[in-house]
């Protein structure tokens, strides 16, 4: 059993195309989160939701704007595609705010 | 500025060679300090979390501690499969309440039969 899923796997797509990623977790955690991780393996948090809401953006450029439409999911939807967007896109639920993360396999978003 | 840094970058073992990979963090006050491990193409997959210095946690052949300072995480007589990249991340006391995690850039380990 998946513990969290994201769709696609591999995305490539041009310049200024907008382009979405879904998330869902079914470990009934509250709390879900993406990450970025860039060439060099860095991961660097983007957004965390607890409940539904918005308690993190890391000072991320507005045309990246997520959506949880319920707890079980968190979908991240980029508008404006830009060279420098190509990465590993990373999924993440935990159990609280204070609590261990799991990770999703990851969308690798490749830009030309 | 909370920043966590990882050495060495890569480390190559021979099978059975035991070793230590280091965790240097600097944090205003640190909640949790946790392991995962990332193979090539997947997610981290969690490993440890550690709370306070002096504890230890250890799963089959791997043992992570943590000081003030630094934490190591041990891995004894390694085999091929535990090659992998290994992060740390850390939780300010201040992030609590958002569960955002500072990562270091990582270490890949390579163990060669």
């Known amino acids: 059993d998946t513990a969290v899923s994201q769709t696609p796997k591999y995305l490539v797509t041009q310049m200024g195309n907008d382009k979405s990623i879904k998330c869902e977790q079914n470990l009934g955690h509250d709390t879900m989160y993406w990450y970025k991780q860039d060439s060099k393996k860095f991961l660097k948090i983007m957004f965390s939701?607890?409940?539904?809401?918005?308690?993190i953006n890391e000072t991320v450029p507005n045309r990246f704007s997520p959506k949880s439409p319920d707890k079980a999911h968190l979908n991240l939807h980029i508008n404006s595609l830009e060279l420098g967007d190509s990465a590993v896109y990373f999924c993440?639920?935990?159990?609280?705010?204070?609590?261990?993360?799991?990770f999703g396999p990851g969308t690798r978003l490749t830009v030309t | 500025e909370d920043q966590v840094t990882q050495s060495p970058e890569a480390l190559r073992l021979q099978e059975g060679e035991s070793s230590s990979l280091n965790c240097s963090y600097t944090v205003s006050g640190l909640r949790g300090l946790f392991w995962y491990r990332q193979d090539p193409g997947k997610g981290p997959e969690f490993l440890f979390t550690?709370?306070?210095a002096g504890e230890e946690k250890e799963k089959e052949r791997l043992k992570a501690t943590l000081t003030k300072k630094e934490s190591f995480l041990h891995i004894t007589a390694p085999k091929p499969e535990d090659s992998a990249t290994y992060l740390c991340?850390?939780?300010?006391?201040?992030?609590?309440?958002?569960?955002?995690?500072?990562f270091g850039q990582g270490t890949t380990l390579q163990v060669k039969p």
């Open positions: 939701y607890n409940n539904k809401e918005l308690i």
């Open positions: 993440a639920s935990s159990p609280g705010t204070r609590r261990e993360q799991y």
């Open positions: 991340a850390v939780q300010p006391y201040g992030s609590s309440n958002t569960g955002k995690l500072i």
């Open positions: 550690l709370y306070s």
